[in-house]
């Protein structure tokens, strides 16, 4: 039984207007390293007639003084959460002085101050920990705000909006004033000061408007911030040319810190970036990481239209700017390089990361109805399930269609915040179509399954497609309605042609008849992943290798050679399979795909890339962790053993050039490494690894050796890792590689070796990328060594929770995911993690964001 008080949820139903609006906030503050002083001057407005006092939350302030139209007020009420005044008239100004202590605030919450700097995250609800207001997102504000500190330490002062005045003082110390001409919600306040190489460069807008581009880093890294810079120039583009959306402030700061609990954050104006987003140079950064940057920066652009000028209403409606700007950002990225790689990508986070959510006890849709925490609601539901429904609105309206209802959308909500109700329905209402089934995608947890069987009628040449929809049943929810799912369907030919369909599926069941084949097609379903949907049917080998090899679809080719290697590794499982892929099956499409001589390198090294162990444990019904790895290891020996030559022929045909992140080298660097991940276990593996360290020009040939020594378990992988660790050990964020490859090296003493890599002089228990890189590699990617049958790993990580949590509670709450998955594990393993749970839970300390995890995950059922 835990010792915390119950915590009440927040429901999405019992939403209230404010009852008040602070339609203007001047703020002040004088930034000191023992008290920082905030002073904060409201115009409020009663919101109708009513009698009702003003409560504004607040956090861990110190409250000096309050004033009501310049008098001093002693009458409020005062409490740990909120400043309550009362008998307020309609319309008045609030003075409110407090203090707070930035330096000791370790949740990177609200304002706080590592590394030297002063830094802000107000996101979801951190502004309650700066100043007393009404800290929500439908509460919409101009902003006005002065900075003083000492100008020698802290040279830059930023904030959101146009810089508007500054000035120097006697004392050493300075002063910035800005202002943000634009209303906004309280959550996308910024306020950073720190000393900082900038990088200026400017954009032109398509009306001619010249914007200041700046970006902010460390001393020294300036050099590792120029593609930050160009990417965001191309997003500014792109977003002009398809969305005919143009930026609106006269300048543009991204600042990036190593200290931040999120990838970044698309403050008005003034973006607040983790810098492992925004630095890179080929030597430091790989080719992800260069991808990784271009979509984050592009993403927090996007939202200056989708959250900022349009925002939520509520942060149920979160996935309303999250989903959209997601969606967005994919869109970007596919365009700047390769589309159906991109799209596989996006997959891969749905089928092992999303699905596994609506799978356990956090359960939820993408608007969901109640929340303990709000940080809680970041999930890869909100944001990555949300992005594929805006993705089926996409299909189903058609480009044109869907731009013609963003066109209505802003036209209808600038300046606003609204629900996704709102969003739909300007969709709805620009293409005349209704989309009342649709919204159930905002509504209804849980991943739907879709249940196919075909039939052929050779006399008539048709073909018949039933197909049944059936969502499973999800603790928050025991009824389950029809969904709009579009399906996407390719008929294969034997000659080679073929032909595509969108089937609607509205109903539980529903037939599609087509007529007119000369013989039976093979038919490929969920054409581009075109729902977030699982699909049960039984293809033959034969239909698979067809599709994995002749489709015009990129990603069913991907999903075909998928599946023929899960139903093989399932095969082998006590969980059996619905068909036995046999041994030639897999050399046939290793032959096909290896002698077709394929254009898309990035496609290829995809293909032969075997299925994730979260993936895999998403398709079955029981997690068997020996026999899983096994079965999987089992098939890599046998692909290793018939391919080898080819491999070889591959490899050594890549010529290594000059390091440029473009797309055809990154695929030529992503099929190498993927061969050599294979080539690794052989005779000649080890010569091959180090060779390719040796000589590698840039991290991703670097890495890519790292990793292939460690996978294939080669003598010289502490060797190459140690000569890494001194070439790198300054720079903590290249370092984070470093970290992370140890931690999900599967070895019997891997507990042994997370302790030394916490006791190294770069990892910080403070600092959430070094945790991540540690612990979060070890919980989420090293399955022997966190399911370990002793429940020794369960352990380890439940005991180092417990003091996360007393640190920064958002980066607990994410690492604890893990533990509250165990419902396909066997019972042995389920009451080992049940009882890390239970202990984690016994703590009357603990935090409602890992409270609200853990708590939902024993009442699992």
Same mark, same amino acid.
């Given at each position: 039984?835990?010792?915390?008080?119950?915590?009440?949820?927040?429901?999405?139903?019992?939403?209230?207007?404010?009852?008040?609006?602070?339609?203007?906030?001047?703020?002040? =503050?004088?930034?000191?390293?023992?008290?920082?002083?905030?002073?904060?001057?409201?115009?409020?407005?009663?919101?109708?007639?009513?009698?009702?006092?003003?409560?504004?939350?607040? &956090?861990?302030?110190?409250?000096?003084?309050?004033?009501?139209?310049?008098?001093?007020?002693?009458?409020?009420?005062?409490?740990?959460?909120?400043?309550?005044?009362?008998?307020?008239?309609?319309?008045?100004?609030?003075?409110?002085?407090?203090?707070?202590?930035?330096?000791?605030?370790?949740?990177?919450?609200?304002?706080?101050?590592?590394?030297?700097?002063?830094?802000?995250?107000?996101?979801?609800?951190?502004?309650?920990?700066?100043?007393?207001?009404?800290?929500?997102?439908?509460?919409?504000?101009?902003?006005?705000?002065?900075?003083?500190?000492?100008?020698?330490?802290?040279?830059?002062?930023?904030?959101?909006?146009?810089?508007?005045?500054?000035?120097?003082?006697?004392?050493?110390?300075?002063?910035?004033?800005?202002?943000?001409?634009?209303?906004?919600?309280? #959550?996308?306040?910024?306020?950073?000061?720190?000393?900082?190489?900038?990088?200026?460069?400017?954009?032109?807008?398509?009306?001619?408007?010249?914007?200041?581009?700046?970006?902010?880093?460390?001393?020294?890294?300036?050099?590792?911030?120029?593609?930050?810079?160009?990417?965001?120039?191309?997003?500014?583009?792109?977003?002009?040319?398809?969305?005919?959306?143009?930026?609106?402030?006269?300048?543009?700061?991204?600042?990036?810190?190593?200290?931040?609990?999120?990838?970044?954050?698309?403050?008005?104006?003034?973006?607040?970036?983790? /810098?492992?987003?925004?630095?890179?140079?080929?030597?430091?950064?790989?080719?992800?990481?260069?991808?990784?940057?271009?979509?984050?920066?592009?993403? &927090?652009?996007?939202?200056?239209?989708?959250?900022?000028?349009?925002?939520?209403?509520?942060?149920?409606?979160?996935?309303?700017?999250?989903?959209?700007?997601?969606?967005?950002?994919?869109?970007?990225?596919?365009?700047?390089? /390769?589309?159906?790689?991109?799209?596989?990508?996006?997959?891969?986070?749905?089928?092992?990361?999303?699905?596994?959510?609506?799978?356990?006890?956090?359960?939820?849709?993408?608007?969901?109805?109640?929340?303990? &925490?709000?940080?809680?609601?970041?999930?890869?539901?909100? #944001?990555?399930?949300?992005?594929?429904?805006?993705?089926?609105? $996409?299909? %189903? %309206?058609?480009?044109?269609?869907?731009?013609?209802?963003?066109?209505?959308?802003?036209?209808?909500?600038?300046?606003?915040?609204?629900?996704?109700?709102? =969003?739909?329905?300007?969709?709805?209402?620009?293409? /005349?179509?209704?989309?009342?089934?649709?919204?159930?995608?905002?509504?209804?947890?849980?991943?739907?399954?879709?249940?196919?069987?075909?039939?052929?009628?050779?006399?008539?040449?048709?073909?018949? %497609?039933?197909?049944?929809?059936?969502?499973?049943?999800?603790?928050?929810?025991?009824?389950?309605?029809?969904?709009?799912?579009?399906?996407?369907?390719? #008929?294969?030919?034997?000659?080679?042609?073929?032909?595509?369909?969108?089937?609607?599926?509205?109903?539980?069941?529903?037939?599609?008849?087509?007529?007119?084949?000369?013989?039976?097609?093979?038919?490929?379903?969920?054409?581009?992943?075109?729902?977030?949907?699982?699909?049960?049917?039984?293809?033959?080998?034969?239909?698979?290798?067809?599709?994995?090899?002749?489709?015009?679809?990129?990603?069913?080719?991907?999903?075909?050679?998928?599946?023929?290697?899960?139903?093989?590794?399932?095969?082998?499982?006590?969980?059996?399979?619905?068909?036995?892929?046999?041994?030639?099956?897999?050399?046939?499409?290793?032959?096909?795909?290896?002698? /077709?001589?394929?254009?898309?390198?990035?496609?290829?090294?995809?293909?032969?890339?075997?299925?994730?162990?979260?993936?895999?444990?998403?398709?079955?019904?029981?997690?068997?962790?020996?026999?899983?790895?096994?079965?999987?290891?089992?098939?890599?020996?046998?692909?290793?053993?018939?391919?080898?030559?080819?491999?070889?022929?591959?490899? $050594?045909?890549?010529?290594?050039?000059?390091?440029?992140?473009?797309?055809?080298?990154?695929?030529?660097?992503?099929?190498?490494?993927?061969?050599?991940?294979?080539?690794?276990?052989?005779? !000649?593996?080890?010569?091959?690894?180090?060779?390719? =360290?040796? !000589?590698?020009?840039?991290?991703?040939?670097?890495?890519?050796?790292?990793?292939?020594?460690?996978?294939?378990?080669?003598?010289?992988?502490?060797?190459?890792?140690?000569? =890494?660790?001194?070439?790198?050990?300054?720079?903590?964020?290249?370092?984070?590689?470093?970290?992370?490859?140890?931690?999900?090296?599967?070895?019997?003493?891997?507990?042994?070796?997370?302790?030394?890599?916490?006791?190294? !002089?770069?990892?910080?228990?403070?600092?959430?990328?070094?945790?991540?890189?540690?612990?979060?590699?070890?919980?989420?990617?090293?399955?022997?060594?966190?399911?370990?049958?002793?429940?020794?790993?369960?352990?380890?990580?439940?005991?180092?929770?417990?003091? %996360?949590?007393?640190?920064?509670?958002?980066?607990?709450?994410?690492?604890?995911?893990?533990?509250?998955?165990?419902?396909?594990?066997?019972?042995?393993?389920?009451?080992?993690?049940?009882?890390?749970?239970?202990?984690?839970?016994?703590?009357?300390?603990?935090?409602?964001?890992?409270?609200?995890?853990?708590?939902?995950?024993?009442?699992? !059922?």
């Amino acid at each position: 039984m835990s010792n915390k008080t119950p915590v009440t949820a927040k429901r999405r139903l019992d939403y209230q207007p404010p009852a008040y609006q602070i339609h203007d906030i001047e703020l002040s =503050f004088n930034l000191d390293d023992e008290v920082t002083k905030v002073k904060s001057l409201l115009h409020v407005f009663k919101q109708g007639d009513h009698d009702q006092p003003l409560k504004l939350d607040g &956090e861990n302030l110190t409250l000096i003084e309050v004033k009501l139209n310049g008098k001093s007020l002693q009458q409020y009420e005062l409490t740990d959460e909120a400043l309550t005044l009362s008998n307020l008239p309609d319309e008045c100004f609030i003075e409110i002085y407090t203090e707070i202590d930035p330096a000791s605030n370790k949740t990177l919450e609200g304002l706080y101050k590592a590394s030297g700097s002063y830094c802000t995250q107000c996101e979801a609800e951190g502004f309650r920990k700066i100043t007393y207001f009404l800290d929500r997102p439908d509460v919409l504000s101009k902003y006005t705000v002065t900075i003083y500190a000492d100008k020698k330490r802290y040279p830059y002062l930023l904030s959101n909006g146009n810089k508007i005045d500054s000035g120097d003082l006697e004392d050493g110390k300075h002063w910035v004033k800005w202002q943000d001409p634009f209303f906004k919600p309280c #959550y996308l306040f910024a306020l950073v000061a720190g000393d900082f190489d900038k990088l200026t460069q400017s954009f032109t807008t398509s009306s001619g408007r010249k914007v200041a581009l700046e970006l902010y880093v460390d001393k020294g890294m300036a050099h590792r911030g120029e593609h930050a810079l160009a990417s965001l120039k191309k997003a500014m583009k792109w977003d002009e040319v398809v969305f005919d959306l143009e930026y609106d402030l006269d300048i543009y700061m991204v600042v990036a810190v190593d200290f931040f609990n999120m990838g970044a954050m698309e403050n008005k104006g003034l973006n607040v970036f983790n /810098s492992k987003y925004v630095l890179a140079d080929s030597q430091t950064a790989t080719d992800e990481d260069y991808f990784n940057i271009e979509s984050v920066i592009a993403h &927090e652009y996007f939202h200056n239209w989708t959250g900022n000028r349009v925002t939520c209403r509520d942060w149920f409606q979160l996935s309303l700017k999250e989903g959209l700007t997601v969606f967005r950002d994919q869109q970007f990225s596919a365009d700047m390089g /390769s589309p159906v790689v991109n799209r596989i990508k996006n997959v891969k986070v749905i089928r092992e990361h999303q699905f596994a959510e609506d799978a356990s006890a956090m359960a939820h849709p993408i608007r969901p109805d109640e929340v303990i &925490e709000m940080n809680n609601f970041y999930t890869v539901t909100v #944001y990555d399930k949300g992005a594929e429904v805006i993705r089926m609105l $996409h299909t %189903l %309206l058609t480009p044109a269609g869907f731009k013609r209802g963003i066109d209505l959308y802003f036209k209808r909500h600038d300046g606003q915040a609204v629900t996704c109700d709102d =969003f739909v329905n300007a969709m709805q209402d620009a293409n /005349s179509i209704n989309l009342d089934q649709f919204k159930v995608w905002y509504e209804q947890s849980g991943t739907p399954e879709l249940t196919v069987e075909q039939d052929f009628a050779a006399d008539t040449g048709t073909l018949t %497609l039933t197909i049944q929809q059936h969502t499973p049943v999800t603790l928050d929810q025991s009824q389950k309605k029809p969904l709009y799912i579009p399906v996407r369907v390719e #008929y294969l030919a034997n000659d080679g042609s073929s032909t595509t369909d969108i089937i609607h599926l509205t109903q539980s069941q529903q037939k599609l008849v087509r007529d007119g084949f000369d013989v039976e097609p093979t038919v490929a379903l969920l054409g581009d992943f075109s729902a977030p949907v699982k699909v049960i049917r039984t293809l033959s080998a034969e239909s698979l290798l067809t599709i994995a090899l002749h489709s015009n679809d990129g990603f069913s080719r991907w999903d075909a050679a998928q599946t023929i290697y899960s139903q093989f590794i399932h095969s082998l499982t006590p969980n059996g399979s619905t068909l036995a892929i046999t041994q030639e099956t897999i050399t046939a499409l290793l032959d096909g795909l290896l002698e /077709s001589a394929m254009e898309d390198q990035a496609l290829l090294a995809e293909m032969i890339t075997l299925p994730s162990v979260e993936t895999l444990v998403q398709q079955v019904p029981k997690y068997y962790v020996e026999s899983l790895h096994s079965a999987r290891e089992k098939l890599e020996r046998i692909i290793i053993s018939h391919a080898q030559p080819m491999f070889e022929k591959q490899y $050594h045909g890549l010529a290594f050039t000059n390091y440029d992140y473009t797309p055809s080298q990154t695929a030529t660097r992503k099929l190498r490494n993927q061969l050599l991940m294979y080539i690794a276990s052989t005779e !000649q593996g080890e010569e091959l690894v180090t060779q390719q =360290f040796m !000589q590698s020009d840039n991290m991703t040939d670097t890495l890519g050796a790292l990793k292939a020594a460690q996978h294939a378990k080669c003598k010289c992988f502490d060797k190459l890792m140690s000569q =890494f660790e001194e070439t790198w050990r300054a720079d903590p964020i290249v370092l984070d590689k470093w970290f992370a490859l140890h931690a999900s090296r599967q070895s019997e003493d891997i507990l042994s070796r997370l302790d030394l890599l916490m006791g190294h !002089q770069q990892f910080n228990h403070e600092n959430p990328n070094r945790v991540r890189s540690v612990i979060g590699s070890f919980a989420f990617f090293n399955s022997t060594g966190f399911h370990a049958k002793d429940g020794s790993g369960y352990r380890y990580i439940g005991q180092y929770l417990q003091k %996360l949590d007393k640190i920064n509670p958002q980066v607990a709450s994410r690492i604890v995911t893990p533990l509250t998955q165990w419902q396909k594990l066997d019972e042995e393993r389920i009451v080992k993690m049940k009882a890390e749970l239970v202990r984690l839970l016994d703590n009357k300390d603990l935090s409602n964001d890992v409270y609200e995890k853990v708590s939902k995950s024993l009442g699992y !059922q």
